[in-house]
């Protein structure tokens, strides 16, 4: 029965999510019951092609990502693929009318990595919009439920957000993309000579990026707010934790957040959210 497959495809989603990130997984679930599936199925997407572009290193990426993209769009287009993670995917592409466009933008930015880039200020901000703001909108069309309008005046918020956490994760990562996969993300800076000035630029930045993402935050359904706004305290702390250390330092270590102090960073937001005090 095709049921089976398709609880099948949710749960190597859930999976994938759980397996890649603990933060988003408990994000997650704290949505309501009916978008849990949904946004599983656009982070098990978004992990399997982050993979390929940044860890299959004895495989022929361009042909793994080239054929990626192609099964993406055939599953969308039939409403079926053998690859659970797409089938997931693409139910959830096609119950909420996800616009094709966001997951081309997404695939560009995929494309980018293949290959060292001089990131200039418009590169930058091209790949950030494909790597992290269209996955927020992706989302967006979920909690919006098809409401075109609360789409639209949600959707500045989202891209906010989505751009905060991935220029966290790019200071968070900063070690292993500049050493392991010689990539560097900001545009004008050397990271040979990475200096606590341009590290405080960055982190200016992501604070106006955080602090107009909260405001979108507060108007979402209550179905999602609850989640949304976990997600946002993890990466929160996080950035708080990097910014504390000097510019030297992240580019020896990666900065993480324990399960303990998550769990407990949990119950706070959850009490913070029902009292209305975000």
């Known amino acids: 029965m095709k049921e089976i497959f398709d609880q099948l495809s949710a749960d190597c989603s859930r999976l994938t999510t759980k397996k890649y990130s603990t933060s988003f997984s408990l994000g997650i679930y704290f949505l309501g019951k009916e978008l849990r599936l949904p946004i599983h199925a656009i982070y098990g997407f978004v992990r399997l092609a982050d993979e390929i572009v940044d860890s299959f290193h004895h495989f022929d990426k361009k042909f ?10 055939e599953a969308i287009d039939l409403g079926i693929s053998l690859n659970p993670i797409l089938n997931s995917f693409q ?23 293949l290959s060292d880039q001089q990131y200039t200020p418009e ?3 091209e790949y950030i919009l494909g790597s992290a703001e269209v996955v927020g909108l992706m989302c967006l069309k979920v909690f919006a439920n098809g409401d075109p309008a609360e789409y639209e005046r949600l959707k500045p918020y989202a891209m906010k957000l989505g751009s905060a956490f991935q220029k966290v994760n790019f200071l968070r990562d900063v070690k292993a993309d500049h050493q392991g996969l010689n990539r560097t993300y900001f545009p004008n800076v050397n990271l040979a000579v990475f200096c606590d000035r341009q590290k405080k630029e960055i982190e200016d930045e992501i604070e106006q990026e955080f602090a107009y993402a909260l405001k979108g935050i507060k108007m979402l359904p209550a179905a999602s707010k609850n989640g949304v706004y976990l997600s946002y305290v993890y990466y929160r702390k996080l950035f708080v934790k990097i910014k504390r250390l000097s510019a030297e330092k992240i580019m020896t270590e990666r900065i993480r957040i324990s399960n303990t102090r998550k769990v407990g960073l949990m119950f706070d937001s959850l009490i913070r959210n029902k009292l209305n005090a975000i």
């Open 91 to 113: 139910r959830t592409i096609n119950q909420y009318q996800v616009d094709h466009e966001l997951i081309n933008c997404f695939f560009k930015s995929m494309e980018m990595d």
């Open 64 to 73: 793994l990502l080239d054929k990626f993209k192609h099964d993406t769009f």
């Open 123 to 125: 590169l930058y901000n």
